[in-house]
């Protein structure tokens, strides 16, 4: 009988997303152990959130999955930098590898990357910030990457959690093009905290909808906003969103915030210090929207949020846009994404993925979907 080969998980970030993907990553264990034949075993040796952390005391003993909140609650571990932390998973025993799942949304931890992969350890993630910001870090990451130009000793780095959560439109964007289509242009409602906010502020009918202050305290209880709601609010996640897409489809955006991008911000709370500050001080700013709501309603028409990337002109543009409730980004429930792509093969009637494009539970699926093709790999 072959020996199953042990994958060395480390979770960095244990917020919405990370408990629910830990939740997913037991049961994961639990079916890989169960199968007569077990070909993986899933191995936790670290587990940290901002202020704590707790690591294995060897490889062979690693944290129970089931009881990592005790493990790393009872932890007085500060978090290991990242270069330690590296270090550390790079002596993780043969046959198979560690992994790093980063979920949060730590700019610093996405920028070291590519130092986690050029010592041959993957990494998963619905971290934003390390595919959308600077081109150079983009660079860094793909050169240091097995599936990217790196050697085949590299890590891999997936992360198709970073765009429209668990939906599959990073997998979707490679497979066209590798395929051999062409893409022309990205438009959809890319945010699952917008689609939320103008869906139940400005329903179709215009029933029922709540202030838009209200609406904004709701997304962030359900765990679709942003760490700090403030970046969702500022239009700079669906900026991130359209960069990181039209990066994969070869048009090199500098970074977010060099295309338009139109910010729901007031401006005088755009220096609050903290989110909640931000939160509590909306109400105020209601009626702004309001007006902006009610001129749309007197054309027939609804708001919704969307991003936009057209890259047969090397452009993207992100705002606030009037659609009548007849069309298929008019009539979005919930937390709903809908992306459209339009290719040479798909040119009149585009490729259209839509569902959840928020909450702890779909994101961790797509994170937990790319855990497993990397252990394939492994
Ligand atoms: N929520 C969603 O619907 C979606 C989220 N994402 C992405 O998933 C990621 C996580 O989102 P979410 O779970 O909602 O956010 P949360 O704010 O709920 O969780 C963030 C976690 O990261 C931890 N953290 C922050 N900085 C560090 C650090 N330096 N070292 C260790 N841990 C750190 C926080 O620690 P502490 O607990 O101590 O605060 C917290 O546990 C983000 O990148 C987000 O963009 C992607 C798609 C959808
Ligand atoms: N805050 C984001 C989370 C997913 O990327 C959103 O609302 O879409
Ligand atoms: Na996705």
């Known amino acids: 009988m072959s020996v199953p080969k042990n994958v060395y998980v480390a979770v960095i970030g244990t917020g919405g997303v990370g408990k629910a993907f830990l939740s997913q990553l037991e049961a994961l264990s639990h079916r890989y152990l169960s199968s007569p034949t077990p070909k993986t075993r899933i191995s936790l040796v670290y587990a940290a959130r901002s202020s704590k952390a707790v690591l294995a005391n060897a490889y062979h003993d690693p944290i129970p999955i089931s009881s990592w909140s005790d493990s790393l609650n009872s932890s007085s571990t500060p978090p290991l930098e990242p270069p330690a932390l590296a270090d550390f998973l790079a002596k993780a025993p043969a046959p198979g590898r560690a992994v790093v799942i980063d979920n949060t949304s730590n ?15 993957s990494v998963v993630t619905p971290n934003k910030k390390a595919f959308s910001s600077d081109l150079d870090l983009w660079k860094a990451i793909f050169a240091a990457a097995a599936n990217g130009s790196g050697p085949a000793t590299a890590g891999y780095i997936y992360h198709e959690a970073s765009v429209g959560a668990g939906l599959p439109i990073i997998s979707t964007v490679k497979d066209l093009i590798e ?17 939320f906010l103008f ?4 329903p179709i009918g215009g029933a029922n909808g709540g202030g838009f202050s209200a609406e904004v305290r709701n997304a962030r209880d359900l765990g679709y ?9 500022n239009g700079l996640d669906v900026a991130r969103k359209c960069t990181v897409l039209a990066r994969l489809a ?22 609050v210090k903290t989110g909640e500050e931000f939160v509590d001080g909306l109400p105020q700013f209601d009626a702004q929207i309001e007006a902006v709501k009610q001129e749309a309603a007197k054309e027939g028409k609804v708001l919704r949020y969307v991003g936009t990337v057209d890259v047969t002109k090397g452009e ?9 409730p007849s069309h298929p980004i008019g009539g979005l429930k919930g937390s709903d994404n809908i992306f459209s792509f339009y290719t040479k093969r798909y040119e009149t009637s585009p490729l259209v993925i839509q569902g959840s494009g928020a909450g702890a539970e779909v994101t961790a699926m797509g994170i937990l979907a790319d855990f497993i093709k990397v252990c394939g790999l492994l």
Request: charged content about 25%; glycine content about 8%; aromatic content about 6%.
């Open 107 to 121: 700019e610093d931890i996405a920028r070291s990357y590519p130092i986690f992969l050029s010592k041959g350890v």
């Open 179 to 195: 395929t051999g289509d062409i893409i022309t242009r990205i438009e959809g409602v890319l945010s699952g905290t917008m689609s």
């Open 199 to 202: 869906n139940s502020f400005m």
């Open 225 to 233: 906003t942003e760490p700090d709601p403030r970046d969702d609010l």
């Open 250 to 271: 070869g048009v090199p955006v500098a970074s977010p915030t060099s295309f338009p991008v139109q910010s729901l911000i007031p401006k005088e709370l755009e220096n």
């Open 316 to 324: 993207c543009e992100v705002g606030l846009r009037k659609f009548d």
